[in-house]
């Protein structure tokens, strides 16, 4: 008995002074002072973090916070408690390793039941804990809507294996990186639970939505907890406010208002769109709406799901054929329209001039399927918000000025020469 403890300590000494050598000097010093903190609130005499002030600390909720515990816990030698080499270990796999060791940690934290399969259930309460930690702990970002956006998330994971004397089947690790993929907030989320909660931990960031006080919030295509699905498409400063620039059933179906508003606004802005199907989705335009006769924009933009499932889908850099927005041509090769992805008359997603029908095909420039359920569809709302980045709220950059309809008619002359404008302003 005494020389397996022995071999165990040994063990657990060779790997502490590993990963002690991921971290410098100064980190490691920073490191010891926190623990130190929170062991002389733990009443363990400074050996270990109790269970309680862990969970205050780090402040994860729920089965997902009991199960980070039990696994950092079981690094160190101090039943019950969390210790200095415990922490160091796991933060050094965690935060410091390779991708594939952060991924296999994040794959056993998620199975909260820690029987070694990761199932329906575990995920149901992996996003309980999320919605707890981030939106009922934070009263600017709103409780959302957390039956129907949990609902949608699930259903863009994939349980593939059968686990011997499981009932459900559950993911493989395969599986759940596919999953963080197409959820990169849940991925942001998950890989910074440890650091410390006043870093401005990444998935944890919710956008402040902005919009007019005369429309309900049942109303909005958008929550926040959908805002927070989308934000994990950005680099982290991205996620800040959002502004509502234009909804139909506000302004109108109508293409020149939409044109109007958010040409005036935010150059970076989120298009979603409900079908009459009920299903929901949209696009990240990174550049501003203005008038092209060909694709245009970077490789930032991305399409998504938001119901009923949840899924982000970005370039694969097969093309640059990105963002589009054409209007009066009379080029049957030029579709008058907003879209991303694909070809003309053949998009990733696709809303005619009129905004009274649309597409969506697979496409070689997103990964992913198409968004609706139906190749052609109809939209019965559209809404559209800007992205203003942190700092823009007081000092926004200066915008070409005048609308796309009126920056349009300078090149009338010239369009009409070649052919390709319609003879009627």
């Known amino acids: 008995m005494g020389n397996s ?3 165990s300590s040994s063990a657990s000494s060779a790997r502490f002074v590993t990963a002690s050598r991921a971290f410098s000097k100064q980190a490691l010093d920073d490191l010891r002072a926190r623990f130190a903190s929170l062991a002389a609130q733990s009443g363990t005499q400074g050996r270990a973090i109790s269970r309680p002030v862990f969970l205050e600390y780090f402040g994860v909720r729920g089965a997902l916070g009991d199960r980070l515990f039990q696994l950092v816990a079981k690094e160190g030698s101090e039943e019950g408690g969390v210790t200095f080499e415990g922490l160091i270990i796991c933060k050094a796999t965690y935060e410091r390793g390779t991708r594939d060791e952060a991924d296999e940690f994040i794959f056993q934290l998620c199975d909260v039941m820690g029987d070694g399969a990761l199932t329906r259930s575990d995920l149901e309460s992996v996003l309980t804990s999320i919605h707890e930690t981030i939106f009922e702990n934070n009263k600017e970002a709103g409780d959302g809507s957390n039956k129907r956006t949990s609902e949608a998330f699930l259903n863009s994971a994939v349980f593939s294996t059968n686990a011997e004397g499981v009932s459900e089947k559950s993911m493989s690790l395969s599986d759940f990186r596919n999953w963080c993929i197409v959820m990169p907030s849940l991925r942001k989320f998950l890989g910074s639970l440890l650091m410390p909660p006043d870093s401005g931990r990444a998935g944890f960031q919710v956008p402040l939505l902005h919009y007019p006080e005369n429309i309900s919030s049942e109303l909005l295509l958008l929550n926040k907890e959908y805002a927070w699905h989308i934000g994990g498409g950005f680099s982290q400063h991205d996620v800040q406010e959002w502004r509502l620039l234009y909804h139909s059933s506000l302004h109108g179906q109508s293409f020149s208002t939409f044109l109007g508003n958010v040409t005036n606004g935010d150059a970076q802005t989120v298009l979603i769109i409900k079908d009459a199907e009920g299903s929901i989705y949209g696009a990240y335009a990174s550049q501003p709406w203005e008038r092209h006769s060909d ?14 499932e949840a899924s982000i889908f970005r370039p694969t850099g097969a093309n640059k054929n990105l963002q589009w927005c054409a209007t009066n041509f009379t080029s049957e090769n030029i579709p008058n329209g907003i879209g991303f992805g694909g070809k003309p008359h053949h998009f990733g997603l696709f809303l005619s001039a009129g905004f009274d029908q649309g597409h969506s095909f697979t496409s070689s420039t997103f990964t992913g399927p198409p968004l609706s359920s139906t190749n052609r569809f109809r939209p019965e709302v559209i809404e559209c918000w800007g992205i203003q980045v942190k700092g823009s709220l007081d000092e926004k950059p200066e915008l070409v000025k005048g609308t796309v309809l009126e920056r349009f008619k300078e090149d009338r ?5 070649i052919g390709m404008a319609s003879a009627s302003d």
């Open 413 to 417: 002359n010239m369009l009409k020469l």
């Open 295 to 308: 694709f245009y924009g970077d490789m930032k933009t991305f399409l998504f799901k938001l119901y009923p």
């Open 5 to 7: 403890q022995g071999s």
